[in-house]
Structure formats: structure tokens, C-alpha cells
């Protein structure tokens, strides 16, 4: 709207400077007409005398001619004498005296001169005017970009930040529901329980699962590692899943009742959601168990988390 406006009155100070320096220019020619005496009538040019004709002299009666003798050779005629040549001349210089002005004349240059002033000074402030308006135009023609250049960054962010929500909202989402434990005989089945939150299925879910009896607590530096090669599983939207179970020996459980080693599991889980263009997820876990009672079929069984190994792709991201 802003800019509208501008353009408007830019156009209306042109016209009338072009209307304005018309007029001006033809009253000033009109009046410069006006002012200027009309000139004499020419003199016609003096016609230079004409040579006055030479008198021809009388013409006398014509005598009897005497007996001429014999046959003579004709005279022959003497050559004319060459007229000398004049010498050239040099042009003389001409000088072209003005008549002094009258001082009618003089107040009419001086009033000339002063509606000349007068114009051009017009001339200036008409142009001083345009260049402040260009000047104006422009910075309002960049304020205007860095506005909209402000307002489309902002609806971006807006929109990155929409659709990363939804992204999170419906992508499949994978986490431990449960650790189930059971006798088996001699041993003791211990099994995690995946589900799936998301309202999207998961695509190329492997799992990973280990187990481990250690004299004290793992160290820092523990490497965890898998013996066995992963287990491919689908899950869908909000489905559930007991995979990646291990077999713990009845002695090892009956060594951690006494409390001569310590017993850990832990596993792993990648996957990647239905959206184009998204990074693979994981889920990393570990367990404490903390055995108490009785074998074979008296033992109560704890799971405890244990150390940074409980994690996924979203802790990874986010900085320390």
C-alpha cells in the first residue's frame, strides 16, 4: 500500500514538473518574440556606374584610292603589347561596430536573465523533490524485502518444525515394555518385550541381544558385543513383541544369590520408519539382574538399569 502511494505521487510531481517547464519555456519564448525589435528594411545596394560608351569619331567621306604598283608583300601586323597585371590586394579586415543598447533594452536583458534564474532555481527543487522521493521509494522498498524476507524465514521454521512433530507423532517409535523371566529347566529364560508407539509399522527391525557374568561391577570402557547374529522382526503400529530371550545357567543364577558375581543383560534394536528421507533409529538397553531366594523354583528376579548403555537416536542427537 505503502508503495502505491509513493509510486502515485512520483508521478504526479512529474507531470506537473514537465507541464510546469512546458509552460514556463513558451511564455519565456513569447515574450522573448514580444521583446525583440523587428529589424530595418533592407537597403537595396548602390548600383555601381555604368562606364560611360567611348564617342566614335566622324566618319570622313571616302577619297579615290591612287594606283597602287605592283603586287607587294602585305605588312605584317605588330604584335600587341601585353597589359601589365595588377598586383592582388590583401582583404581588409571588416569591424562591425553594435550600436549601444538603449536602456529599454538593458532592463529587458536584466528581466530575461531574471526569469531565466528563476526557472533553473524551479528546475532544481523540482529534481531535489524527485531524488528525495526515489530515495524514500527505496528505503521503503527495503524495508518491505527485509519483511518478507523475515516473514518467510519464520513461516519456513514454522513449517520445519510442523512437520518434524508430525513426523515424531506418527513414525514408529520402539521401546521396552517389559522384561519377562521364566525357569527353564536348569536355566532361567530371560526375554525382552518391544513395542511399538507409533502409528506407522517399522521397516528392517533387527535385534540384539547378550548377556554376561562379571566379579564386580562392568568397567567403564566395556565394549558391549553380540554372539549371535540379530533376529529380523515387522511390528506394527502399536504392536508388541517378545524377542531376543537368552538362557542364564542355574549356576550362575545360584552364584549371584550369594553375591559372587553379578549378572547383566543388554541388547540392541535398529529400525527405520515409512517417511522418505529419515535417518535409521536404535535403542540401546542394559540390565542389572539382582537374583534373590532360592533355585530352582524359588528365585525372585530384579531388573535394574545400569549404566549409559539406555539410550536412543533422540538422546544421541541432543547435546550433552
Not at 3 to 10: E, G, H, N, S, V
Not at 185 to 199: D, E, L, R
Amino acid at each position: 500500500m505503502l508503495r502505491a502511494f509513493c509510486a502515485c505521487l512520483a508521478l504526479a510531481l512529474a507531470l506537473s514538473l514537465v507541464s510546469t517547464g512546458t509552460v514556463d519555456a513558451q511564455s519565456l519564448q513569447q515574450r522573448r518574440r514580444q521583446q525583440q525589435p523587428e529589424p530595418a528594411p533592407a537597403q537595396p545596394a548602390p548600383q555601381p556606374a555604368a562606364p560611360a560608351a567611348p564617342t566614335a569619331p566622324p566618319i570622313a567621306a571616302p577619297q579615290p584610292e591612287p594606283p597602287r604598283p605592283a603586287a607587294a608583300p602585305p605588312p605584317q601586323p605588330a604584335p600587341a603589347p601585353v597589359a601589365p597585371r595588377a598586383a592582388e590586394q590583401a582583404p581588409v579586415p571588416v569591424r562591425v561596430i553594435e550600436p549601444a543598447k538603449s536602456a529599454e533594452q538593458l532592463a529587458r536583458e536584466m528581466q530575461d536573465r531574471q526569469e531565466r534564474e528563476t526557472f533553473n532555481n524551479r528546475l532544481l527543487i523540482y529534481s531535489g523533490l524527485l531524488v528525495a522521493l526515489g530515495a524514500l521509494l527505496s528505503v521503503a522498498f527495503l524495508v518491505q524485502t527485509l519483511y518478507l524476507l523475515f516473514a518467510l524465514r519464520a513461516m519456513r521454521k514454522a513449517a520445519n518444525r510442523s512437520e518434524r512433530n508430525m513426523t515424531m507423532a506418527q513414525r514408529a517409535f520402539l521401546y521396552i515394555g517389559a522384561m519377562a523371566w521364566s525357569p527353564a529347566g536348569i536355566n532361567i529364560k530371560v526375554g525382552p518385550t518391544w513395542a511399538n508407539s507409533g502409528t506407522t509399522p517399522t521397516r528392517n527391525l533387527r535385534i540384539s541381544t547378550n548377556w554376561k557374568t562379571s566379579h564386580g561391577e562392568l568397567p567403564a570402557d566395556f565394549v558391549f558385543t553380540y554372539a549371535r547374529a540379530p533376529e529380523r522382526l515387522f511390528l506394527g503400529p502399536g504392536g508388541r513383541a517378545d524377542v531376543g530371550s537368552v538362557l542364564i545357567p542355574m549356576r550362575d543364577v545360584q552364584a549371584a544369590i550369594e553375591d559372587r558375581v553379578n549378572l547383566y543383560f543388554w541388547g540392541r534394536a535398529t529400525y527405520e520408519d515409512m517417511f522418505q528421507g529419515s535417518e535409521p533409529h536404535f535403542i540401546e538397553f542394559c540390565y542389572r539382574l539382582d537374583v534373590s531366594g532360592a533355585t530352582p523354583d524359588k528365585v525372585t528376579l530384579l531388573f535394574t538399569h545400569y549404566g549409559t548403555h539406555n539410550r536412543s537416536d533422540e538422546d544421541s542427537q541432543r547435546p550433552a
